[in-house]
């Protein structure tokens, strides 16, 4: 009865999202602005919502349970506590002027700001990282239909990326917006009623040295504190130049809206993820005193949900962990599609044939292709949090100098910038392939095995890329930007660019 219960309630709510998307898809009406940026037109409630649906993602719920039962809260809790620091600053910092300019991908900053050249490497990195990310939500997925509709592994990440692929191919952001809306609050009302219920049935024993107020392992190398603060720094601040947050900025109806939205998804990002970091440390206890057995090769919180929620509870909280996976997927997945059409392939939105939008046609196209590439990476590395981090990592090493620069100081030039980019990010990569483990997790994407690098100094890769990235991009910028005259021409030439993407 509980697996008929599980079975049908999850069918019924895919369909359900699906046939949200597709209504939703009647918005487009053949326009690749309304595809790619819902119009500009998100309301705060909206706004709000799907920034907050994109970071509370599979990786931050299902990722963030298993690193906090095996080695600690900060290790769990880092991933939410990192995205929601990265929502604040950009509230903070980034929102106002980024949605003021009218932009359509976060690569056109890029190339208005800069060069074509710089527009172009800047998406590949965007488009290889997102991929990571893509898979990540894909492999949750592929572990929740295993484990309560009966199917493998690898089916089940096919089933759920057709799912997503079909409405977000169809209805695009508006599409994405409609339906993270309802994807958040079941986030939401799921994981407090899971942590509740938990709270008033059992002894929530946290092991010794496990807890919040162990702060050794924020302190301590041995205890992970470099892997710790790697995984807060590289989503607190590599997140900012995620192209599915900041199509989600432009997508805001104002700049102040822009900003309300970031804070208030910041503050959810935390109610919903921290609480599973809590659960993860009782975890193993509860399901001693339940008389559950723990399987390495299931997720934690489905052990919880098969062993001890009662089968209603579970259900939610099942479809809790498939809305925060697809609700983040949608959004990967417009987000690099968007990004190959319009700024690699160079189909601005303008172009039309007699067919209708070429940008918009081509969008679609990328959909399905890069859907394909996540499906790939997610039956090759059956990992969750860790690939949020790789994904992340890139973006820190050398995308988030150029962006802050290119807002913040007059001094940036394009070649620093391409210093910057090629140099922080090949730095990251090296060290990728030279380290056995990946933020505690062994490499089996890409590993060199050698004598220089050795598992203690996971993490610092991390920490020590962005500084050579920034090295590049100060040192060259200074050695290119020419006397005032030409910096302030350039500064000139930047803004009419940027004038002009806002006109058109």
């Not at 309630?9 to 999202?17: D, E, N, Q, R, S």
């Not at 057709?162 to 508006?174: K, M, P, R, W």
């Not at 919903?272 to 934690?300: H, K, N, R, Y």
């Amino acid at each position: 009865m509980e697996n008929q219960i599980f079975f049908w309630g999850i069918i019924l709510f895919l369909i359900a999202t699906l046939a949200i998307g597709l209504w939703a898809a009647k918005q487009i009406k053949g326009d690749s602005v309304n595809y790619l940026v819902a119009g500009r037109g998100l309301v705060l409630p909206l706004a709000a919502a799907t920034l907050m649906a994109q970071s509370v993602d599979s990786n931050a719920t299902l990722g963030n349970m298993d690193l906090a039962a095996a080695f600690g809260f900060w290790a769990g809790a880092s991933l939410p506590l990192g995205l929601a620091l990265c929502l604040f600053l950009t509230a903070l910092f980034f929102a106002k002027p980024m949605n003021r300019l009218g932009l359509i991908t976060l690569p056109d900053f890029y190339r208005v700001k800069y060069n074509r050249t710089t527009e172009w490497i800047a998406s590949v990195i965007m488009v290889l990282s997102f991929s990571f990310l893509l898979a990540g939500n894909l492999v949750a997925g592929g572990f929740l239909f295993q484990s309560f509709l009966g199917t493998t592994y690898t089916l089940g990440v096919i089933l759920i990326a057709l799912v997503v692929v079909i409405y977000t191919a169809s209805g695009g952001l508006f599409a994405v917006a409609y339906t993270d809306a309802i994807q958040v609050a079941i986030a939401l009302i799921g994981t407090l009623a899971l942590l509740g219920f938990l709270a008033f049935n059992f002894d929530f024993t946290i092991p010794p040295g496990m807890g919040p107020f162990d702060l050794e392992q924020l302190t301590d190398p041995a205890a992970g504190a470099a892997i710790n603060w790697a995984t807060l720094l590289a989503l607190g601040l590599g997140d900012i130049v995620a192209i599915d947050f900041m199509a989600r900025v432009f997508a805001a109806d104002s700049p102040e809206t822009a900003q309300k939205a970031c804070f208030i998804s910041s503050a959810g990002t935390v109610i919903i993820g921290v609480p599973f970091s809590m659960m993860a440390l009782a975890a193993p206890q509860i399901l001693a005193t339940a008389g559950v057995a723990i399987d390495a090769d299931t997720p934690l919180l489905f052990s919880l949900i098969n062993g001890v929620a009662p089968p209603a509870l579970g259900l939610l909280v099942i479809m809790a962990i498939l809305s925060a996976s697809l609700s983040t997927a949608d959004g990967a997945i417009l987000g690099t599609s968007s990004v190959i059409a319009h700024n690699i392939m160079g189909i601005r939105h303008d172009n039309y044939t007699t067919s209708g939008s070429r940008l918009l046609a081509l969008t679609r196209t990328m959909a399905v292709v890069i859907t394909v590439i996540g499906v790939i990476f997610a039956v090759l590395v059956p990992q969750t949090g860790i690939l949020l981090l790789l994904a992340f990592d890139l973006g820190f090493a050398g995308l988030l100098i150029p962006l802050v620069g290119g807002i913040y100081w007059s001094g940036s030039t394009a070649p620093g910038a391409l210093a910057c980019i090629i140099v922080g990010t090949l730095t990251r990569l090296g060290f990728f392939v030279l380290m056995p483990t990946m933020f505690g997790a062994d490499n089996t994407l890409l590993y060199l095995e050698n004598p220089l690098l050795t598992a203690d100094f996971d993490g610092f890769p991390t920490l020590i890329s962005p500084l050579v990235g920034l090295v590049a991009f100060v040192g060259v910028s200074l050695l290119t930007g020419g006397s005032k005259g030409q910096t302030q021409a350039m500064a000139e030439e930047s803004q009419e660019a940027i004038s002009a993407t806002s006109d058109s």
